[in-house]
T-cell receptor
Framework: DQQVKQNSPSLSVQEGRISILNCDYT??????FLWYKKYPAEGPTFLIS?????DKNEDGRFTVFLNKSAKHLSLHIVPSQPGDSAVYFC???????????????FGKGTKLSVKP | ETGVTQTPRHLVMGMTNKKSLKCEQH?????MYWYKQSAKKPLELMFV???????ENNSVPSRFSPECPNSSHLFLHLHTLQPEDSALYLC?????????????FGSGTQLSVL
């Protein structure tokens, strides 16, 4: 059974508007969450992360929100740009005793298309 | 060359063939990984090498055989694969076995097994 779920395989948004990508998880032991972005013919690259001690982390146009009680996180992109068109993967992990992050459990990804 | 480089980018092979995927990292990392992404499935960790020793094998079939001759190179040897092994195979590297933000991926090899 999937521990990290991205239930929307695709999302289409107009340039300048907000993109909201959602992710749900089932394992309550996860305490660190990440978003990766993947362009065609390239490997995934790290975008933004959030620790379970926070409920929001912002980096420029990208903000990740975490709702621990609902086991839900979301990535907001404002304003959306055509260059944001890519597949976005949600991932979750546990931080080890030494402070390092363990193996990432990924969702299936959501393909975002931002139309000019 | 910078980052993590994978060759070939695309590979088509028959079920009786033997082929190898190659990965090279130029980041000075000491841990390397193989991931698999099948169609409509999440990215899954296959193998972890840290300091050139295998530290994790997530129950991968023996028809996949990894090799890590040094900290910069990683191979995945393939033999007698099945059509369901068709997938995108991604190599990644990091320092000291760190995951998360410190994981750097290559562009992948798109494998088709006929």
């Amino acid at each position: 059974d999937q521990q990290v779920k991205q239930n929307s395989p695709s999302l289409s948004v107009q340039e300048g508007r907000i993109s909201i990508l959602n992710c749900d998880y089932t394992n309550s032991m996860f305490d660190y969450f990440l978003w990766y972005k993947k362009y065609p013919a390239e490997g995934p690259t790290f975008l933004i992360s959030i620790s379970s001690i926070k409920d929001k982390n912002e980096d420029g146009r990208f903000t990740v929100f975490l709702n621990k009680s609902a086991k839900h996180l979301s990535l907001h992109i404002v304003p959306s740009q055509p260059g944001d068109s890519a597949v976005y993967f949600c991932a979750a992990t546990q931080v080890n005793y030494g402070g390092s992050q363990g193996n990432l459990i990924f969702g299936k990804g959501t393909k975002l298309s931002v139309k000019p | 060359e910078t980052g993590v480089t994978q060759t070939p980018r695309h590979l088509v092979m028959g079920m009786t063939n033997k082929k190898s995927l190659k990965c090279e990292q130029h980041l000075g990392h000491n841990a390397m990984y193989w991931y698999k992404q099948s169609a409509k499935k999440p990215l899954e960790l296959m193998f972890v090498y840290s300091l050139e020793e295998r530290v994790e094998n997530n129950s991968v079939p023996s028809r996949f055989s990894p090799e890590c001759p040094n900290s910069s190179h990683l191979f995945l040897h393939l033999h007698t694969l099945q059509p369901e092994d068709s997938a995108l195979y991604l190599c990644a590297s990091s320092q000291d076995g760190e995951f998360g933000e410190k994981l750097f991926f290559g562009s992948g090899t798109q494998l088709s097994v006929l």
